[in-house]
Nanobody, 113 residues
Framework: QVQLVEYGGGLVQPGGSLRLACVASGFTAARPRTVSWFRHTPGKERELVASIFSIDGNTHYANSVKGRFSISRDLAKNTVYLQMNSLKPEDTAVYYC?????WGQGTQVTVSS
């Protein structure tokens, strides 16, 4: 069974940092896949935050997080990370990991003083 599990959400003050992790399991073929982080806040559309592409590991970021967030992967651990620095209140959302049609359960990130 294909599964994605996110870790690392929580409450942080503005200007702080968090690192999210997405652990993948159950994929039949052991090859890199494109992994994306999305976020959703009630009343807003789901937003693509960052992606790391399967073949070359190149990355893509939303303009709203460029320069503050960094996506990376550890293929040996089947894990993709989202390092979030200089967090702002508007980064508050549920963050989801995605591979193709598979989604994680989400992890809450709250940025507040």
């Amino acid at each position: 069974q294909v599964q994605l599990v996110e870790y690392g959400g929580g409450l942080v003050q503005p200007g702080g940092s968090l690192r999210l992790a997405c652990v993948a399991s159950g994929f039949t073929a052991a090859r890199p896949r494109t992994v994306s982080w999305f976020r959703h806040t009630p009343g807003k559309e789901r937003e693509l935050v960052a992606s790391i592409f399967s073949i070359d590991g190149n990355t893509h970021y939303a303009n709203s997080v460029k320069g503050r967030f960094s996506i990376s992967r550890d293929l040996a651990k089947n894990t993709v990370y989202l390092q979030m620095n200089s967090l702002k209140p508007e980064d508050t959302a549920v963050y989801y990991c995605n591979i193709g049609l598979t989604w994680g359960q989400g992890t809450q990130v709250t940025v507040s003083s």
